[in-house]
């Protein structure tokens, strides 16, 4: 019987990508592997001038300015291919390799994700797993496919007294149920 585990999202069923892997005996995390190659700009390529202006609402701001501002400063969804299921009273927590703000300037700018037990096959995307990511360091970062970008570790999880459960099934993610 299937309790917990990690499966290749099926759009990518054929691309040659490998499952979360914990690298040594007592390792806690299952490590994820970028679905494809991708490029973390550094957040330094800003003009912060610009940018300055921006967040003091100055006006000349053209659209570009804006454009700029939302590729450079957004956070971006690195995808792992990756869906995970467990058990009802489980949670996948994603934590940052402690490597990477080290080596690279990466961090994760969400602290910590939670996927939920009721993500896996939603029918937006599948369930697929999205590691988000911020490049502080001075330099672009590269980050081939296969690469190692974060791990995941499957914990369980208590609720509060009184807890009458929810009914609500989940349809996607960040922010699928409302931003307020
Ligand atoms: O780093 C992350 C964080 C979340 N998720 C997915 C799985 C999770 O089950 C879902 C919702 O995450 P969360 O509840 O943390 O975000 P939200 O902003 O509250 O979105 P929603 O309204 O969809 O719950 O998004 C990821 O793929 N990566
Ligand atoms: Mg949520």
Do not use: C
């Not at 914990?22 to 957040?43: C, H, W």
């Amino acid at each position: 019987m299937s309790t917990r585990g990690f499966e290749i999202v099926s759009a990518y069923a054929d691309a040659g990508l490998q499952l979360p892997q914990r690298q040594t005996q007592n390792a806690a995390g299952y490590d994820f592997f970028a679905r494809e190659d991708f490029v973390l700009k550094s957040i330094w390529r800003y003009d912060f001038i610009r940018l300055f202006r921006l967040i003091k609402n100055e006006h000349p701001l053209t659209a570009e300015d804006m454009r700029r501002a939302g590729a450079i400063l957004k956070p971006l969804l690195v995808p792992t291919g990756v869906k995970a299921y467990m058990q009802p009273n489980e949670v996948l927590i994603l934590a940052n390799r402690s490597s990477n703000p080290l080596k690279r300037g990466l961090v994760i700018p969400n602290g910590i994700g939670v996927i939920d037990a009721d993500y896996y096959n939603n029918p937006d995307n599948e369930g697929e797993i999205f590691i988000q990511m911020v490049n502080f360091g001075p330099r672009d970062v590269v980050i081939a496919k296969g690469e190692r970008i974060g791990q995941g570790l499957f914990m369980p999880y208590l609720l509060a007294d009184g807890d009458q459960g929810n009914a609500n099934a989940r349809t996607s993610g960040f922010g699928s149920t409302g931003v307020k």
